[in-house]
């Protein structure tokens, strides 16, 4: 029997220190990749390719596009978003008007402040020397003086009441109103502006028992400026004296007067109920707020010179 011929065992070959024949000609390298452009930085001039003759592109020319800071005269002065001083002359302004205005009214506010104080100081005056005169002969008769905060405080007298607020801005007025055309007025800019308190009549029981609808009336207003001269309007029973700024300082004796002519103002005018036929029919609100009577209204106010109360 022929033997078969035997296979000799061949171990493959793991590593190998052949090398792969070289190429005659190595293939011609990748172009470079192109960079990334970074994005511009807000502010940086964009730049755009400008064409030549003969139609290549040359360096690129800065777009005359900015949205940064700029001064006065419309030039950059810093890329949008940087820190940046003020210009100058925007600084100066700036200051002129706190230096100038800010600082007067501030001044004016402080005028109002003492002659509403001292308002405060006559009408309590007035009460203690009314309540000695109407005690003795009717005790019924209430009169009194209330502090509601600093910048308001009412008087009580029979069924009247008069309150006094002042207001907290500083105010002025167009050019043909009030004392504004005057040659003292005009001689300062500073003296265009008031701190301005008003006193407005009420009936005693429109608060006491909130009467929401029942009306008020501007008796006066006084305007204080800030040389704390005053200009008062209002009412033609005030019997207001000719009013001339440059003469009309701020004193006790003139905010007394001012004070005793709401008064008398305020007392020499009744109210005057509604006719029936606005009563005859009410509706349940009116009747739970107690507003049956609610429109009625004073008789004889009056302003001066025609004048409306708008405040």
């Given at each position: 029997m022929a033997k078969s011929p035997t296979k000799k065992s061949v171990d493959p070959a793991l590593f190998t220190t052949d090398t792969p024949p070289v190429p005659a000609e190595l293939p011609p390298p990748l172009p470079p990749a192109a960079p990334r452009k970074k994005p511009a930085r807000a502010g940086q001039a964009r730049k755009t390719a400008v064409a030549t003759p003969s139609g290549g592109a040359t360096a690129s020319a800065p777009e005359s596009v900015h949205s940064g800071a700029t001064a006065t005269n419309n030039q950059p002065t810093a890329a949008a978003g940087s820190p940046t001083q003020a210009p100058a002359d925007r600084l100066n302004q700036?200051?002129?008007?706190?230096?100038?205005?800010?600082a007067a009214k501030q001044a004016i506010f402080r005028n109002a402040l003492?002659?509403?104080?001292?308002?405060?100081?006559?009408?309590?005056?007035?009460?203690?020397?009314?309540?000695?005169?109407?005690?003795?002969?009717?005790?019924?008769?209430?009169?009194?003086?209330?502090?509601?905060?600093?910048?308001?405080?009412?008087?009580?007298?029979?069924?009247?009441?008069?309150?006094?607020?002042?207001?907290?801005?500083?105010?002025?007025?167009?050019?043909?109103?009030?004392?504004m055309p005057s040659a003292y007025v005009a001689g300062d800019f500073r003296r265009r502006f008031f701190g301005h308190i008003m006193a407005y009549n009420f009936m005693a029981d429109s608060i006491k028992y909130q009467r929401m609808n029942d009306p008020g009336y501007l008796v006066g207003r006084l305007l204080v400026n800030i040389d704390n001269h005053y200009f008062l309007e209002g009412v033609q029973q005030l019997e207001l004296p000719d009013n001339d700024m440059a003469d009309n300082a701020v004193t006790p004796e003139a905010m007394r007067l001012f004070v005793e002519s709401a008064m008398i103002a305020a007392v020499n005018n009744d109210l005057i109920a509604p006719g029936l036929a606005e009563i005859q029919k009410i509706s349940v609100k009116q009747k739970l707020e107690n507003q049956q009577v609610s429109r009625g209204s004073k008789v004889g106010f009056s302003f001066s010179n025609e004048q409306d109360s708008q405040f």
């Open positions: 700036i200051f002129d008007g706190l230096k100038q205005k800010s003492a002659a509403f104080d001292c308002l405060r100081l006559v009408s309590q005056e007035l009460v203690v020397e009314l309540t000695r005169k109407l005690t003795p002969l009717d005790s019924t008769v209430v009169i009194e003086y209330r502090s509601i905060n600093d910048m308001e405080f009412h008087i009580r007298f029979s069924g009247d009441l008069l309150i006094f607020v002042m207001h907290s801005n500083v105010v002025t007025f167009p050019d043909d109103y009030g004392p």
